[in-house]
Structures are given as structure tokens and as C-alpha cells.
């Protein structure tokens, strides 16, 4: 393996022309530093007063990855698991500084600044997402406490994935790939214009055959059929504003694994509108508004019956950005609602229709105290119709003692609120145990300690980062015997109740060179010690991997030839489901793909890719499945 490693490094290495930047690439860099989730307005990596990394559009298309979630799976700080049998048929475990789970309660994940987590229970269905590989533009991930920005659900990070945006010339766009593991997948895109409107329009489709088991041989009822649309529409007004409407929706069948009958049938669709008014040079004001809709059934749940679950979401926000002070001062402030309603007989026996609502004001102001120190604070007052309001807020200091070098202390307070399922639900698990909502449950109080270094070092060519942290959690929810479950004295019921405390301590380092815009190679690593009060081990406690290496590149070979490799080590951990419980062995893993550009009809491109190449398969989460090693191929044919 570590031939195979030296053997890769060198060949990119070898096919990299090292020059000195031209004004045209060192420009490119420095648009491409430029961020919009850390403080809400654009600025650069080196201002922002969290950790931020970008995914970009050269990153994307040379990953090769099949699924979302997987585009994220090498990146500084971030555990990305692969599980088939979660809740709800959840096919992936995405989050950020450790804390493992189906669904990742303290990450925030937007889609074009849309929020997509499920109310009900959360967190974020990442499969039946609405929105497929090739709509994606870029994405920015914060690592770290952005609660006082984003509110609840942002206390680990967020992560924003930005769509590619209309306009320009006509283009349209067809895929189509295949692989083993009953893998097809096949998209369509077009970008245009109809008078005075942009618009981007797409489809994919996506079917995945069957893991195999972890004790070997292939799980049954183990599948994945999935469509998604997408649509954006785009006016330009007068003095630099616009306005933009968002529409999409996915429907996704799955199988339950080893489950023969099971089968879980998701749809969704999203409506979003959003104005951006350009005031004057240094005043911006935003309003969106945006509605979504998803149903979940599954037929039939483990106890033989039918779970009917809908869940409905309005979001409403209105966001003004104002720089002022000869520019030294820069502020960032509004209003927002949320509110939702749940649906299902089977999740909330006896009051399946359960609501609530979300209230939000929030202030950031960023001072630049000399040209060498700036100093940020956020606040934001949240309340909900169960709870009242509290406070999120963040304290930051930057400091860059010289051009392109910059350190960064960070004090953050942040609460996530109880779901409705903690606050409600009323269901029985099995036929033995039902599980009894708290109505009086607190939110989770998480306190963040950071500080940080970020340098770009050659014309922009080296990038270093560096972050110690420190978090800790309290009030997080354990389980409580309440005796007998009222609806069937037989039946064993368990509550939530605020007494357990998790302590985070980590380390995280990256080094990124890039040649030139599509040639670059990377190297991070991630320490992370995770321990709980009550000793929950593998819901807290060793359910992370306390150590992470990542290493990769990708480059033009030359006479239309591409390709990427990234190459992953996780440190042995145990992590438990609902169930189930396994102890994962310390792996390696290897994607890559290799890409041709033909030289007749330079829009024409195949590719094949590879993933988890190093061995036939491995357990990544405690379903009783195992990470197959696949292998996709495609093309992709762009008319303009």
C-alpha cells in the first residue's frame, strides 16, 4: 500500500509544471478564497472569524464520487460513514468535529442558504437531498460554533452547498455512468436564457445495488432507486440587485437491508424565493422566503405496521448587510421564522399532528480595530413556542502581523433545541420498548474555546491551517426508564431527560499546494478525543475515530488525460446503532479516477473512477454491512 502511495505521489508530482504565478492565477486564487457562510456577507478565508475550507467546481468534477456526501469524505475535521440500516433509511452519517450519529443534530446544512435539516428528528436526510452532483458549484463547510449567525442546529458548523448559478451561454449537458454494484446513473442539465430571465433546469437518476454483509455474502432488500430535479430562475434588476426562484424535489425508494418486506418511499419538493436589493455601494439587504414538503413511508416498520410521516417547513428571513466607518466597520443583522409542522400516526400515537415554531434575531459586527487586529461579535436571541428565548453568541479575535498570515482566538456559546421527536414522540420501538417524548426537555448548551492560524505562503500557491479546540456540551439528552408505556402496560418505556455532559478536545492541521487553478496537491490531519459523563461509549464516548490522515492530488496529465486520487486512514473506533453495536479496525481508503478529454470534441469527456480501492470491502458503521470496493464508468458530452 505505502508503494502504491509513493508510486502516486510521484506521478503527480512528476506531471506538475511548476511555474511562477501570473497575475491571471494568483487573481483566481484570491476570488476563489472568497467566502459568504462564515459572516454572512462575502468575504475572504484569511477575515473569516471560523475555520473554513471551500470544495470548488475543479474539486468536484475530479472527485468521481457517486454520492453527496462522499465529496466530503477526505476533508479536514470531517467523519463521513456509510450506513445503509440508519433511521428512516438515512444512507450516511455526516459530521463535523466527531460526535457521530444518523442524524447529526448540532450541524447546520443549507443548500444555496436554504436550510434542508428534517425537523422532526433533526438532521438531514443526505441521499434524498434534492440536488445532485452535477448542479453543485462549490461548497464552504464551517467547522466550529456558527449558532449566532445561523441559530439552532449550527452549534459544530455548517455546511453550505452552492448551486451553480444561470446565465451565460446556452449549454446543455448530458451524462451517463455505470459501475458494478447495480450502480446507474444518468443526469441532464440546461442552462439558458428566455428574455430577461436566466434559468438552470436538471434531472438525475441514480440506482445502487446492494451491500454486502459484514459477516460476507450480499444483504437482501438492500436498494436505492432515486430521482431528483432542480430548478433556478434568475433576473437581473436595476442597480446590481436581483431576484432568483429555487424549485426542485427528489423521490427515492430504498430497501431495508436483510428486512425482506421493508421498503421506505421518500419524496420531497422546495420552493424558495429570495431578493437581493443593492441599496448603495455598502448596503445590501436580502428576503427569502422558502417553503419544503417531504413524506416518508415506510411499509412495513418492525412492528408489522405502516409509518406515515409529513413533514412541512416555512422559512421567512429578511437580512441587512451595511459596511461603514470609511469600511472599518461592517455589520450584519435580522429576522427570522421558522415554523413546521409533523404528521404521523405511528411516530406520535395519540397527537400525530404536532407543530412548532422558531424565532430568531440576529446581529454581527465586525470592527477593524488597527490594520493589523479586527474584532468580531455575534449575538442572536432564539425562542420557541416550548422554550424560552436564550442567547447564542461569539466573541473573535483576528490578528495578521503581515500580508497572506493571520491567527484567530474564538469564544462561541451556542444551543440546539430539542426536536420534535425528543419533545413528542409516542411510538412503539419493538415489542418489548416504546419510546415517550419530554415536552419540558432543554436545549443542549454547547461552549466552543478555538484558536487558529491561517497562511498563504507563495503568491498563493501554499496554504497552511492550523486549529486547537475545545468543546463542551451540556445538557445533552439520556435515556430515562419511565416504567410501564401507558398505551400498552406491557411495553417498556424510555424518555429523554438533560443530565449528560460531552467534553471535545482536538487538533486539526492542513497543507494545500495548488499549481495551477486544476492542479494541486493536500495533505490534513485531525485528532479528536471525545468522553462523556455517563460513559455512553459508542454514542459518544470512542464513537469517533481519534485519528484522521488524508492525502491527494489532482492534475492534467496532458494530451486530454486527467486524474485524481485521494487516499484516507481512519483510527479504530466503536459506534453503536439503535441495536446494533461493532468495533470498526483501523482503515485505509483509496478513491481515484481517471478522465479523458477527447481531442476532436474537447466537450466530450470519459472517465473512470474507482472507490475504496485498497481492499474488497470494509465496516464503516453498525448495520451488519460492509463498504463494498467500486468502480464507475461514464461520459459526459456538453453542446453549447
Request: glycine content about 8%; some cysteine.
Amino acid at each position: 500500500m505505502f508503494r502504491l502511495l509513493i508510486f502516486t505521489c510521484l506521478l503527480f508530482t512528476n506531471v506538475f509544471d511548476v511555474l511562477a504565478a501570473t497575475d491571471e492565477t494568483l487573481e483566481f486564487f484570491q476570488e476563489e478564497a472568497q467566502v459568504t457562510t462564515a459572516s454572512r456577507r462575502p468575504q475572504s478565508v484569511q477575515e473569516a472569524p471560523v475555520a473554513v475550507e471551500v470544495i470548488t467546481t475543479e474539486e468536484i468534477k475530479a472527485s468521481g464520487v457517486t454520492n453527496l456526501w462522499d465529496l466530503m469524505r477526505f476533508r479536514l475535521g470531517m467523519d463521513i460513514l456509510d450506513g445503509h440500516q440508519t433511521v428512516l433509511g438515512n444512507r450516511a452519517i455526516v459530521s463535523i468535529r466527531g460526535f457521530d450519529e444518523a442524524f447529526a443534530r448540532n450541524i447546520l446544512v443549507l443548500v444555496d442558504g436554504r436550510s434542508v435539516y428534517a425537523t422532526d428528528s433533526g438532521g438531514v436526510y443526505w441521499a434524498q437531498l434534492p440536488i445532485g452532483i452535477q448542479d453543485i458549484d462549490r461548497i464552504e463547510i464551517i467547522r466550529g460554533p456558527n449558532a449566532a449567525l445561523y441559530g439552532t442546529g449550527a452549534a459544530l458548523g455548517v455546511i453550505n452547498i452552492i448551486t451553480k448559478k444561470p446565465g451565460g451561454a446556452t449549454t446543455a449537458t448530458i451524462q451517463g455512468a455505470g459501475g458494478n454494484q447495480g450502480t446507474v446513473m444518468t443526469s441532464e442539465a440546461l442552462n439558458s436564457s428566455i428574455r430577461a430571465f436566466d434559468f438552470r433546469l436538471s434531472h438525475s437518476y441514480l440506482e445502487q445495488g446492494p451491500f454486502d454483509s459484514a459477516t460476507g455474502g450480499t444483504a437482501t432488500n438492500d436498494f436505492l432507486h432515486s430521482n431528483k430535479a432542480n430548478m433556478r430562475l434568475r433576473r437581473d434588476l436595476t442597480n446590481g440587485s436581483d431576484l432568483e426562484f429555487f424549485a426542485g424535489g427528489s423521490w427515492n425508494t430504498s430497501g431495508f437491508a436483510n428486512a425482506q418486506e421493508s421498503q421506505d418511499n421518500f419524496s420531497q419538493h422546495f420552493e424558495m424565493l429570495k431578493f437581493q436589493a443593492k441599496i448603495s455601494d455598502n448596503s445590501h439587504l436580502e428576503i427569502s422566503s422558502s417553503h419544503s414538503t417531504f413524506t416518508n413511508i415506510i411499509d412495513p416498520t418492525p412492528t408489522g405496521d405502516i409509518n406515515h410521516l409529513q413533514n412541512d417547513r416555512f422559512d421567512e428571513e429578511i437580512l441587512h448587510r451595511i459596511d461603514w466607518g470609511n469600511g472599518r466597520l461592517n455589520s450584519t443583522y435580522g429576522l427570522n421564522y421558522q415554523g413546521t409542522r409533523v404528521d404521523s400516526q405511528n411516530t406520535f400515537v395519540g397527537h400525530p399532528d404536532v407543530n412548532d415554531a422558531i424565532r430568531r434575531a440576529f446581529f454581527n459586527q465586525t470592527g477593524r480595530v488597527t490594520d493589523q487586529v479586527t474584532l468580531v461579535g455575534a449575538l442572536a436571541f432564539e425562542g420557541t413556542r416550548t422554550e424560552k428565548p436564550h442567547a447564542n453568541y461569539q466573541l473573535a479575535s483576528l490578528w495578521a502581523p503581515v500580508e497572506n498570515q493571520s491567527f484567530r482566538a474564538t469564544y462561541s456559546v451556542a444551543h440546539t433545541v430539542p426536536t420534535l421527536r425528543q419533545l413528542f414522540v409516542n411510538q412503539q420501538l419493538n415489542d418489548s420498548v416504546a419510546r415517550v417524548g419530554n415536552p419540558d426537555l432543554k436545549p443542549e448548551k454547547l461552549t466552543s474555546y478555538e484558536v487558529g492560524y491561517l497562511g498563504h505562503w507563495l503568491e498563493h500557491h501554499l496554504e497552511a491551517e492550523s486549529n486547537l479546540f475545545y468543546t463542551r456540551i451540556d445538557g445533552i439528552d439520556d435515556d430515562a426508564d419511565l416504567g410501564p408505556w401507558p398505551n400498552n402496560p406491557s411495553v417498556a418505556a424510555l424518555g429523554f431527560v438533560n443530565t449528560n455532559q460531552a467534553v471535545a478536545k482536538g487538533a486539526e492541521l492542513q497543507f494545500k499546494y495548488r499549481f495551477t487553478t486544476r492542479q494541486s496537491m493536500y495533505v490534513n490531519y485531525t485528532y479528536e478525543h471525545i468522553t462523556d459523563k455517563s460513559g455512553n461509549e459508542g454514542e459518544i464516548t470512542k464513537n469517533t475515530p481519534p485519528h484522521k490522515v488524508n492525502l491527494g492530488a489532482m492534475a492534467d496529465f496532458g494530451g486530454g488525460f486527467s486524474g485524481s486520487f485521494n487516499l484516507g486512514y481512519k483510527d479504530s473506533y466503536f459506534i453503536t446503532n439503535i441495536t446494533d453495536s461493532v468495533t470498526v479496525p483501523t482503515y485505509w481508503r483509496l478513491d481515484a479516477r481517471l478522465a479523458y478529454a477527447s481531442p476532436w470534441y474537447k466537450n466530450a469527456e470519459f472517465y473512470i473512477a474507482g472507490q475504496n480501492l485498497l481492499k474488497a470491502r470494509h465496516v464503516e458503521f453498525a448495520d451488519g454491512l460492509a463498504v463494498p470496493r467500486t468502480y464507475t464508468g461514464g461520459v459526459s458530452i456538453t453542446f453549447d
